[in-house]
């Protein structure tokens, strides 16, 4: 199938993935009374004497803004805010499909994180939830932690903390294949981007240690110079032994290599160069950094990639519908590590230990029990560490 061809004709005739419809019939002059005036001034009176009313008496319980200003648009680049759109639509669809969540795309003109931290603190009163999605690094780091700081309702940039949730998942039950274990794994990250970051820390908060980063320059230690802030900060945490040099030189003797980077950057050499019975989990889309077929012949035990044309997709989509709709039943004010981890946890275990093989470790996009799955972990995990703004 020609998908790009599909895409085009579809986007011509539906003119926009959804629609917003109301809940009720307007048809007799009492319908007009209430769901507008007079009758709407009792529910305005109540949420103005107390704001979080709101949740109870509009649609914002249910409801996510997903956030972009259209410059690192799904492996497209910066094509602008306008041309984010069909991507941002589509974002919104997989909240409504998989999750029930309803969610509007807001595309802002502007890559000053200052006026896209104040638009979307202007507007969360509106929103139970927050999703930034496609905005560049290193910005995109700066926008997360100040709109956490200023927001009292969720913020979760999925393209740092989605990939990271899914990998996790995926590395859960890789290990069990493997036979591995999280202490004293050597790891090795290609890609020093929003999401490699994300991965790095929620990994190492499981106890991982021997942790490498590496950009397009070779490995990231402590003191290495042309360092973002970002970037400079993850170094302090990682590499605990210096390692230095080139993808190729890291890799030697690594048990997990994990790809968020570019294609074909690995060969079958530098798989054979590496631990016994590697983890590869090659993300890179839509060609990874290794085909899994290179990589299972050059001695891979467990491989997983970013493609829906072959076993063991890592797709955010398993995880943030998920996680939203756990936060948002939880009217929580934020989703921290717990939920992350609570997330990963649950996606993981819906593969049982029967069906556990290198051929399926992880479930796949469209599998029905996913998001129920997750949104009853990540609710459960709010509520136990305390962000959580009801109790059952």
Known sequence: MDYSKAAMEKHYEWRGKFSIAPKMAIETRDDLSVVYTPGVAAPCFAIKEDVSMSYDLTGRWNTVAVITDGTAVLGLGDIGPEAGMPVMEGKCVLFKA???????????????????????ELLAG???????????????????????????????????????????????????????????????????????????????????????LCNRSGAIYRGREGLNPEQAKISALTNPNGKKGSLSDVLKGADVFIGVSAPGLVTGDMIRSMAKDPIILAMANPVPEIMPDEAIAAGASVVGTGRSDFPNQINNVLAFPGIFRGALDARAGDINDAMKIAAAEAIAGLVTESELGPGYFIPAPLDKRVAPAVAKAVKEAAISSGTARISA
């Open 98 to 120: 998989f999750a029930g969540v309803d969610a509007i795309p807001l595309c802002i003109r502007s890559k000053d994180p200052d006026e896209i931290v104040r638009t979307v």
């Open 126 to 212: 509106s929103f139970g939830g927050i999703n930034l999605e496609d905005i560049s690094a290193p910005r995109c780091f700066e926008i997360e932690r100040r709109l956490k700081e200023s927001c009292d309702i969720p913020v979760f940039h999925d393209d740092q903390h989605g990939t990271a949730v899914v990998t996790l998942a995926a590395m859960i039950n890789a290990l069990k294949i493997s036979g591995k274990k999280p202490d004293g794994l050597s790891m090795v990250i290609s890609g020093a981007g929003a999401a490699a970051v994300a991965i790095a820390k929620l990994l190492m908060s499981l106890g991982l240690e021997d942790v490498v």
